[in-house]
């Protein structure tokens, strides 16, 4: 029995030694990442230690995060992995647990600000700020979400005070991942809505009447509505 009892242990030990060493870049595919539109210049370190540098989601840069499995929910067949990247000047920094448990991709307490650039033109959309958000989706379904959206605009329009942006609440809404967002006064309002193959639709509707929007307003690609103007894109998040 005791020579029985070493073989064990020698194997539980070159087990967990094997665990040890694992590539991180293992992780990223258990995580399901690279079913999202992921990429990354390069993934060095183990599961448990490792670093992404040049991180990408779809048309959003992450940046280089530190990233490593969280071990016990391997324990109940999750595999959730914890992202990273530290604040520093005019950088908000990211944290995020993102992972599977059974056929349901998961995002846990995203925190980030994430630059739109011209992926939502020509409707007037620079940044997309969350707030612990998270969102599951399975069978490219949308199961759940919650956190806070806030959507900054550039636009200079007569008469309206953006300098907030549009703020909401993540939500799901028949299997569509839905960010419902209005301003302070509830005169500007902002719904997106993705599906799980990436499609969206944003649309934008400005309530009032002031008399520089029917000159300006026509420019910026918006149509008039009874009860102001809006704009409304769609497409596919670039991968």
């Not at 991180?24 to 539109?37: C, D, I, N, Q």
């Not at 759940?144 to 909401?168: E, M, T, W």
């Not at 902002?190 to 499609?199: D, I, P, R, S, V």
Request: net charge positive.
């Amino acid at each position: 029995m005791p020579r029985v009892l070493t073989y064990v242990l020698i194997l539980l030990a070159v087990i967990a030694v094997a665990l040890f060493f694992l590539p991180l870049r293992l992780a990223v595919g258990w995580a399901g990442l690279e079913e999202t539109g992921f990429s990354a210049k390069t993934i060095s370190g183990s599961v448990w230690s490792g670093r992404i540098k040049g991180a990408q989601l779809g048309p959003f840069s992450l940046g280089d995060l530190d990233a490593g499995l969280r071990p016990l929910p391997l324990l109940t067949g999750q595999v959730l992995m914890d992202l990273e990247r530290s604040p520093a000047a005019g950088d908000p920094g990211l944290v995020a647990t993102v992972g599977k448990a059974g056929n349901r991709l998961l995002v846990q307490d995203l925190t980030t600000v994430l630059g739109l650039g011209s992926q939502l033109a020509p409707l007037p959309a620079s940044a997309i700020e969350l707030q612990t958000v998270s969102i599951s989706f399975a069978g490219g379904r949308c199961q759940s979400a919650s956190g806070q959206v806030r959507v900054s605009l550039d636009a200079n329009i007569p008469g309206l005070n953006l300098k907030q942006g549009l703020l909401g609440n993540a939500e799901c809404q028949d299997g569509v991942l839905v960010l419902p967002l209005q301003s302070g006064s509830g005169m500007e309002q902002l719904t997106l809505k993705l599906q799980g193959n990436g499609f969206y639709t944003a649309r934008l509707s400005l309530s009032g009447s002031d008399r520089a929007w029917t000159l300006l307003l026509p420019t910026l690609g918006f149509r008039k509505v009874p009860d102001g103007y809006a704009i409304k894109v769609a497409g596919q998040l670039a991968r």
